[in-house]
């Protein structure tokens, strides 16, 4: 910039960070709003099924169904309810009291004793289809474990054909909150990013401030670059709050590097401030402006950003569509920090699409963004 642009482009931004001070509405979103979201959220949702009330029938109790129910007492996964018959365990499932039962029939033992093999009857409910299968999987590690114990005590081998020792890599704990708070992170950043520009250029516009700065000398390449640059460090400000909070308060474990996590998400934040820009162009009223933001950015990031559903179970149309989501890119890039570490491989081919949308968002905005009212 020369002399007298580069004065104009200071007097801007420093009007820009006295706005911020003035109105802290831009702090609220930047800030606050990240941290009530990453709260809320982080602690309500869960993939995970544990204390699932699950009903115990056993028509002849002894010492060996009194073992093997024990497992299921033991367990975090399951809450057991007892009860006399089959018929009064099944109409607790249809009440909503159980959602599942496992049932030892009166010949449990006997067989067991007799020849190992002696089957036992699991009911779920399957309503909640992804309750379900997790529900069958945790009996059946249950059914595999106390088998197992069995052929301990009495010094034999598993029955099972083979002795498998698994191993979960990148999250040990199997827990569903390591996996959802980084990709809660790329959904709130891209709503606040967006919301951040929108709303304040639609206020500006509400105003008319910037009516008054069309009749200056201000090009509007340069008003546009001063509402980047305040902004872009707010947005950059509530991104380190919220890592903190996902560090420090809910426990999730930071493997990669904070120096690739910053540039990657300076790139995420510059496509999102693009996003908002770019509705500010079309938008020149705050409620406006707010919704489209919401539609826009919000919904499709949590959709199709792979945050809760999976895109490779998705129809491959709508896994076409995913690619023109930038959250997409960014939750693959903090799922990887945050639980593998710097793998190239995911991060650069994220990080690269990432710059191309910036680019893409930011060229549009200029473009439609003309010093005139019409």
Same mark, same amino acid.
Not at 2 to 29: H, M, N, V, W
Not at 71 to 86: A, G
Not at 300 to 324: E, K, N, W
């Given at each position: ?38 709260? /809320? ?326 473009? /439609? ?6």
């Amino acid at each position: 910039m020369k002399g007298a642009a580069l004065r104009r482009f200071t007097g801007l931004l420093r009007k820009e960070f006295l706005q911020i001070l003035r109105d802290p509405s831009a702090l609220a979103i930047a800030f606050v709003l990240p941290a009530v979201l990453l709260l /809320i959220i982080g602690q309500g949702v869960s993939l995970d099924a544990r204390g699932v009330p699950v009903a115990l029938v056993v028509q002849h109790p002894d010492a060996l169904t009194a073992s093997f129910t024990g497992h299921f007492e033991q367990s975090p996964y399951f809450r057991p309810l007892r009860y006399r018959d089959i018929q009064s365990a099944e109409a607790a499932m249809a009440a909503g009291k159980v959602q599942a039962i496992v049932w030892l029939p009166s010949d449990f033992s006997r067989r067991a004793r007799a020849n190992g093999n002696s089957p036992i009857g699991v009911i779920v409910n399957g309503v909640d289809a992804n309750d379900a299968r997790l529900i069958e999987g945790y009996v059946q590690q249950v059914w595999s474990t106390w088998l197992a114990a069995q052929a301990r005590l009495q010094g034999k081998r598993s029955p099972l054909p083979l002795d498998v020792a698994a191993r979960v890599r990148f999250n040990p704990g199997v827990s569903s909150r390591d996996y959802l708070v980084p990709g809660l992170i790329a959904l709130i950043m891209t709503l606040t990013g967006a919301l951040l520009t929108a709303l304040v250029m639609a206020r500006e516009w509400e105003r008319g401030t910037l009516e008054a700065l069309m009749v200056t000398r201000v090009k509007m390449r340069e008003i546009l670059l001063a509402k980047l640059v305040p902004y872009f460090l707010l947005g950059m400000g509530g991104m380190a709050a919220s890592v903190a909070i996902a560090v420090f308060l809910f426990g999730i474990p930071m493997r990669g590097s904070l120096l690739v996590l910053t540039g990657t998400s300076a790139l995420f934040m510059l496509a999102a401030l693009g996003m908002g820009l770019l509705i500010s162009s079309f938008a020149r009223n705050q409620f406006v402006a707010g919704q489209i933001a919401i539609i826009t950015t919000f919904l499709p990031a949590f959709i199709l950003s792979g945050f809760v559903f999976d895109i490779d179970s998705m129809p491959q149309v709508v896994q076409f569509i995913t690619h023109i989501v930038a959250a997409r890119y960014f939750v693959a890039i903090l799922q990887t920090l945050f639980l593998a570490g710097d793998v190239w491989s995911v991060i650069l081919p994220n990080a690269l699409a990432l710059a191309i949308m910036a680019v893409i968002f930011l060229a549009a905005a200029r473009a /439609i963004t003309h010093k005139r009212l019409d």
